[in-house]
């Protein structure tokens, strides 16, 4: 079984057998955080994926509108604005 860390590295393949025959529910958000449960077709092993808020990312923004934090987006796609 892959530790977390190598799971995210890899991440689209089965933490068990490295399968990426793997199929994702919905997903359940609670608070800064969100979970969903994966299943792979190939073992039969299932587990939740784990995702954590770390920012936001504006999508559109009204004419004049500036990016007024201070801290940098955060990793892709973000960049400065």
Not at 34 to 59: H, M, P, R, S, T
Request: hydrophobic share 25%; glycine share 10%; aromatic share 8%.
């Amino acid at each position: 079984m892959k530790s977390n860390r190598e799971y995210v590295r890899d991440a689209g393949a089965c933490p068990r057998c490295s399968s990426i025959d793997i199929e994702g529910g919905s997903i359940d958000v609670e608070g800064d955080s969100a979970f969903q449960k994966v299943g792979c077709n190939n073992c039969e092993l299932e587990w939740n994926d784990v995702y954590q808020l770390i920012g936001y990312q504006v999508i559109e923004r009204a004419e004049g509108e500036r990016h007024t934090t201070d801290d940098p987006p955060v990793g892709p796609p973000y960049r400065e604005v």
